[in-house]
């Protein structure tokens, strides 16, 4: 989630918002650090620090801080034991904050940073019983920072090749997860009218060139509504070496297609690599949506490995508070 946008808007909208943010984590707990809401003074929000007595909790205390105005930072050290009615055993420290339209120059920095995508590091210190932030230069904290958070959105790449049935149908599916997709079909009017905040629907002119533009990390779904075409995409992507490579289709498929690939002197263990059909094996449902629940699946799998392999949590870790 974009907190500093959210909290612009709604800073410009109703004057002020708060932000709650997961300050510390010890133990289990619902949410990891520096997952965050922002609320508006109504009590609306949107984000979530894990649901359950202790966001109903916090959301009260937000509230009352938002109906006395711009104030103090406020940190809440709660167990999440029987007294919280919640038993995930851990304990947390919540930051709760209020702005107004005096913060709305500080704000709008981080949000323009917020705006180019990826993760960025904050230092931060209490002054005067609110928190200063400054944009993090560098791996070790600058003299005087007290603690350390993550914002931004670490979104994975996604290009789906292919605007049929399954392939918008994926495109819904992967809307509200942390993917960025370039859906691409070469087509004319292939593309439903509107497309999610989080895709890009572009006329394909040239797949290998595609292909050769994308990053190395991308995790590529190849669907298209020709099978020549599938192969040309398919062999180019497994050329590449991409973490994930997923063909539409069947077994029998996957055997011709294995050949051909033999044939162009595709090394076995990128051949071998192919994800095909694509989804989780024990999915046999072809309904379009069935499809892209299981592949979705996969692919949260897929960027969930590839995340603990760079020892990386879902959210990079900020250091110790």
């Not at 949107?46 to 359950?52: L, R, V, Y």
């Not at 990826?118 to 931060?124: K, S, T, V």
């Not at 994308?214 to 973490?243: E, K, N, Q």
């Amino acid at each position: 989630m974009r907190v500093w946008r959210q909290l612009t808007d709604l800073i410009t909208r109703h004057g002020v918002a708060a932000l709650i943010s997961v300050h510390d984590v010890k133990g289990s707990a619902p949410r990891e650090k520096d997952a965050r809401m922002v609320v508006r003074p109504d009590g609306a929000f949107h984000g979530t620090i894990g649901g359950g007595q202790l966001e109903f909790l916090m959301l009260d205390i937000a509230r009352e801080m938002l109906s006395a105005g711009r104030g103090p930072a406020r940190i809440v050290d709660q167990a999440l034991g029987p007294d919280l009615g919640q038993c995930c055993g851990g304990r947390v420290k919540i930051l709760i904050e209020t702005f107004d339209k005096r913060d709305l120059d500080d704000i709008a920095a981080f949000a323009e940073t917020e705006g180019l995508g990826g993760l960025f590091d904050l230092e931060c210190r209490m002054d005067n019983g609110r928190v200063r932030r400054e944009l993090a230069s560098e791996a070790d904290a600058s003299p005087g920072a007290e603690w350390r958070e993550t914002h931004g959105e670490d979104r994975t790449p996604v290009l789906i090749f292919g605007a049929g049935h399954v392939g918008r149908a994926l495109v819904l599916a992967l809307a509200p997860l942390p993917f960025v997709v370039r859906w691409l079909d070469d087509r004319e009017d292939a593309f439903p009218s509107h497309v999610p905040a989080n895709a890009s629907a572009i006329r394909m002119k040239s797949p290998e060139a595609e292909i050769a533009e994308a990053g190395a990390d991308s995790l590529i779904l190849v669907m298209t509504h020709d099978h020549p075409l599938d192969m040309a995409i398919t062999a180019a992507a497994l050329r590449r070496g991409f973490p994930y490579v997923g063909l539409i289709g069947s077994a029998t498929k996957r055997a011709r297609f294995e050949k051909r690939f033999r044939e162009l002197g595709l090394p076995q263990e990128r051949i071998t690599s192919l994800v095909c059909p694509i989804g989780l094996p024990d999915i046999a449902d072809k309904d379009p949506a069935v499809i892209a629940a299981s592949v979705v699946a996969q692919l949260l799998q897929i960027r969930e490995r590839r995340q603990l392999d760079r020892n990386l949590s879902p959210l990079r870790p900020s250091g110790d508070t």
